[in-house]
C-alpha cells in the first residue's frame, strides 16, 4: 500500500522560499501523475499544482504561477514543491497526491504560514 508523506513546511515571513517534499513508500510512483493541492482555513482545498510522470508537462494554479515550480525524482519516488516569493495568501495545509485509483492517494499534509 502506497503512503505519501509531506514534509519542509513552517513559518515563513512574507517573500521567502520554502521547499515541500513528498515521499512516496510502499511502491514507486514511477507511472503516476503527481500534484500539489492546498487548503486554507474556511476554504475549499484547491490544486496548486501537478507534474506528468515523465516530468515533460507541468501546470500550475494561476495564483502560484511564475512562484512555485514542482518537481519529481522518480528514483528517490518524491515530488517537490519550490515556493518563492510567499504572500500571507498562500498560508494552507499542503497535501501531496498521488493520481491513482478512483480517488486518488493523499498524504497528511504540512503546514505553511506565511506571515505579513
Known amino acids: 500500500q502506497v503512503q505519501l508523506v509531506e514534509s519542509g513546511g513552517g513559518l515563513v515571513q512574507a517573500g521567502g522560499s520554502l521547499r515541500l517534499s513528498c515521499a512516496a513508500s510502499?511502491?514507486?510512483?514511477?507511472?503516476?501523475?503527481m500534484g500539489w493541492h492546498r487548503q486554507a482555513p474556511g476554504k475549499q482545498r484547491e490544486l496548486v499544482a501537478v507534474?506528468?510522470?515523465?516530468?515533460?508537462?507541468?501546470t500550475y494554479a494561476d495564483s502560484v504561477k511564475g512562484r512555485f515550480t514542482i518537481s519529481r525524482d522518480n528514483a528517490k519516488n518524491t515530488v517537490y514543491l519550490q515556493m518563492n516569493s510567499l504572500k500571507p495568501e498562500d498560508t494552507a495545509v499542503y497535501y501531496c497526491?498521488?493520481?491513482?485509483?478512483?480517488?486518488?492517494?493523499w498524504g497528511q499534509g504540512t503546514l505553511v504560514t506565511v506571515s505579513s
Open positions: 497526491r498521488m493520481a491513482r485509483g478512483n480517488f486518488g492517494i
Open positions: 507534474i506528468t510522470n515523465d516530468s515533460s508537462r507541468t
Open positions: 510502499g511502491n514507486t510512483f514511477r507511472g503516476d501523475i
